[in-house]
C-alpha cells in the first residue's frame, strides 16, 4: 500500500479528538440516568427506603383499680364504654380481658370484672366475644392494672434511627456523590403513618357517604323554583373574635 493510501486510511487528528469527546460524553449522560439504586443499593426516593406497611397490631386500655374499692370509677366507666365503641368501628377479633392474680388489688379487680363486662355489652360488645385470663406479677406488691385489648390494623414504617454510612466526610461513595443518607425520610413516614385513622385508606379510597337529604331536598326545591341555590347566612358575622376585615 503506498504511502498516499496510508494516510487517507488513518483519520485526522481533529477527527478523532471529536471522536474521543462525543465517546466521553456518551458516558457522562449514561452514568446520568443510571438508577442510583442499582449504582449504591440504596433508593433515593424515601418511601421506598421506609415504605409504610399495614399489619395487625393491639389496641389496649388500662385499668387502675385500688385494693379497697372494687368498682370502677364515673371515668373509667367512661373509659370502658369509649373502648366499646372503637371496637365495633375498627376491632378484628374479641375483647381479651387480663385479670391480675396474687397481686393485691386482685380481689378488688375481681369484683370490678363484672361491671366491666357490662358497660362493653352496653357499648355493643357481645358476650362471647369476651375472654378473661389471669396473669401475675414478679413484684405482687405492685398494683397490676385490669388491661382491655383487641387486634385491629395498623400502619407503621421503620425501625427509624439506623445509620448505614457515615454523614460526615468519608471515602464512601456516597459521601463523595453526595446521596440522601438512609434515615432522612424516615420519621415523616412513621408519624404519617401513626396519624392515619384508617389504614385502608393508604390502599384504596373509602366509599363515599350517603348525602345529606334535609339539604339536597332544600336545594332541589329552591332549584325548581329559579331561586338561588346557595347557601343564606343571617349573621355572617356572628362568631368572630376580631375586627379586622370589616
Known amino acids: 500500500m503506498s504511502?498516499?493510501?496510508?494516510?487517507?486510511?488513518?483519520?485526522?487528528?481533529?477527527?478523532?479528538?471529536?471522536?474521543?469527546?462525543?465517546?466521553?460524553?456518551?458516558?457522562?449522560?449514561?452514568?446520568?440516568?443510571?438508577?442510583?439504586?442499582?449504582?449504591?443499593?440504596i433508593s433515593s426516593d424515601y418511601r421506598q427506603r421506609h415504605p409504610i406497611a399495614i399489619r395487625e397490631g393491639t389496641h389496649t386500655a388500662e385499668l387502675f383499680i385500688g385494693s379497697k374499692r372494687g368498682a370502677l370509677t364515673a371515668t373509667q366507666r367512661a373509659d370502658v364504654l369509649a373502648f366499646a365503641h372503637e371496637w365495633?368501628?375498627?376491632?378484628?377479633?374479641?375483647?381479651?380481658?387480663?385479670?391480675?392474680?396474687?397481686?393485691?388489688?386482685?380481689?378488688?379487680?375481681?369484683?370490678?370484672?363484672?361491671?366491666?363486662?357490662?358497660?362493653?355489652?352496653?357499648?355493643?360488645?357481645?358476650?362471647?366475644?369476651?375472654?378473661?385470663?389471669?396473669?401475675?406479677?414478679?413484684?405482687?406488691?405492685?398494683?397490676?392494672?385490669?388491661?382491655?385489648?383487641?387486634?385491629r390494623m395498623l400502619a407503621s414504617a421503620g425501625p427509624c434511627g439506623m445509620w448505614p454510612h457515615d454523614l460526615g466526610p468519608t471515602i464512601d461513595r456516597e459521601y463523595n456523590e453526595n446521596h440522601e443518607y438512609w434515615n432522612l425520610g424516615c420519621a415523616s413516614q412513621r408519624n404519617f403513618a401513626a396519624m392515619v385513622e384508617n389504614p385502608a385508606d393508604l390502599v384504596q379510597p373509602s366509599s363515599e357517604v350517603p348525602a345529606y337529604t334535609g339539604r339536597r331536598t332544600t336545594v332541589l326545591d329552591h332549584y325548581h323554583r329559579g331561586e338561588s341555590t346557595a347557601t343564606v347566612y343571617p349573621d355572617p358575622n356572628k362568631g368572630k373574635i376580631s375586627e379586622i376585615g370589616k
Open 3 to 41: 504511502a498516499t493510501h496510508r494516510s487517507a486510511a488513518r483519520p485526522k487528528p481533529d477527527v478523532a479528538r471529536r471522536l474521543l469527546a462525543l465517546a466521553g460524553l456518551t458516558a457522562m449522560l449514561a452514568g446520568c440516568y443510571t438508577d442510583q439504586t442499582l449504582m449504591t443499593g
Open 88 to 151: 365495633q368501628r375498627e376491632a378484628t377479633g374479641g375483647v381479651l380481658i387480663d385479670l391480675p392474680s396474687g397481686t393485691s388489688n386482685a380481689a378488688a379487680a375481681a369484683g370490678a370484672l363484672e361491671e366491666v363486662r357490662s358497660v362493653l355489652a352496653y357499648g355493643g360488645v357481645p358476650p362471647q366475644d369476651v375472654d378473661v385470663r389471669p396473669y401475675r406479677l414478679a413484684d405482687p406488691r405492685t398494683m397490676a392494672t385490669l388491661r382491655l385489648s383487641y387486634p
